[in-house]
């Protein structure tokens, strides 16, 4: 008789995948990773990867029949996407430097303050075979090792692209600590073997939330902030095909890089003149500023505010305002510059 198990026993971990010693796109059975970026993401929840959008079927019933044999189903399994989906409650800093270093891509030095200008979202290459930089990410689930040999089919998600990351803090969410989710996709088959792997220890070094956030300034006005969310939208398409499998032929990133989100404000005299920064359009960007001043901030030199709705509850008026980052009036400015140390 099988065995029970829950999902509780199940475990991540994401790596960036060493593109010099396993080039994108190989399905080499050894998940090679960065040294020391093996680390586990400790969720209360693991999502499965989804499979679905990489298994097509078509089927046509034949004369003479009003039932389909089961020739009749042809089956393709490999030109699609697979994906993931994550939210994780932050608590490491190195994992968390990994995540925006795999929405930026291109070796963006995520360690330090670094910079996301219009050259930093331009020219990624990400073809098939590919045996330089280390932008795209192996997420390895875990199977238990007990109470029986459901081990032997750990799930490894390799190549993968992170399409986007949304940040989040929102002082009635876990005592206002940093949540980072978005989702990686994959042109290629997962491979489903017992990897033999572990992951890393992720040390709690990084548990800043909203109450840390000492500054917090909208068009240089200091707010009283319920909860601020931004999201680094950089989405991949796969190229093609490449083999006999209709695996992907590495991928392109040629749509709008964006940056978009929204704070939730006290609505006071300063705050209502956002409604006129909305209503001016052209010309009237302003800088959103949220962190501790030091080694945690969010800069975003000059946002367009994209709506301004009150919330009209009776323990206090907040209002949505929902924002979109742009290089501003010089195509050298940065979209934004981002501090996680």
């Keep these: 008789m ?6 509780k026993q199940y475990q991540c971990v994401v790596g960036l995948q060493d593109l010099s010693v396993v080039t994108l796109g190989s399905a080499t059975t050894t998940n090679v990773l960065t040294a020391s970026n093996n680390l586990f993401m400790e969720m209360p929840t693991i999502n499965p990867i989804n499979f679905d959008g990489m298994i097509t079927q078509s089927g ?15 089956q393709q399994y490999g030109y699609g996407e697979v994906t993931w989906d994550f939210d994780y409650l932050v608590k490491n800093e190195l994992l968390m430097q990994n995540l925006l270093k795999l929405v930026v891509g291109k070796n963006i030095d995520s360690t330090a303050s670094f910079n996301i200008t219009d050259a930093a979202t331009k ?12 932008t ?16 032997a089919n750990d799930h490894r998600m390799h190549s993968a692209v992170l399409q986007n990351l949304t940040i989040s803090m929102d002082m009635t969410v876990d005592s206002g600590r940093m949540h980072m989710s978005g989702q990686f996709m994959s042109g290629y088959k997962p491979v489903i073997a017992d990897s033999g792997l572990t992951g890393a220890t992720t040390a709690s070094d990084f ?4 109450f840390e956030c000492g500054t917090r300034t909208m068009g240089g006005h200091a707010v009283t902030m319920r909860s ?5 939208s950089n989405p991949a398409s796969r190229v093609g095909h490449q083999g006999i499998a209709g695996e992907t032929d590495g991928y392109v990133r040629g749509t709008e890089f964006e940056i978009t989100g929204s704070a939730s404000v006290k609505l006071d005299v300063l705050t209502y003149t956002f409604l006129t920064d909305w209503q001016g359009g052209a010309g009237s960007s302003q800088a959103i500023v949220v ?12 946002a367009r505010y994209t709506g301004f709705t009150p919330d009209m509850a009776d323990e206090g008026i907040f209002i949505d305002v929902p924002f979109k980052a742009t290089l501003g009036a010089d195509a050298a400015s940065n979209l934004a510059t981002i501090v996680m140390t």
């Design 291 to 302: 962190g501790d001043g030091a080694n945690f901030s969010i800069t975003i030199p000059a």
């Design 60 to 74: 046509t019933l034949k004369s003479g029949k009003r039932a389909l044999t089961d020739e009749d189903l042809v």
């Design 123 to 134: 020219d990624e290459d990400l073809s098939h075979g590919l045996n330089a930089n280390d």
């Design 207 to 210: 548990e800043k939330g909203l």
């Design 2 to 7: 099988s065995k029970n198990f829950s999902g």
């Design 228 to 232: 601020f969310t931004m999201t680094i």
């Design 136 to 151: 795209v990410a192996n997420i390895l689930l875990l199977a238990p090792t007990g109470p029986d040999t459901v081990d």
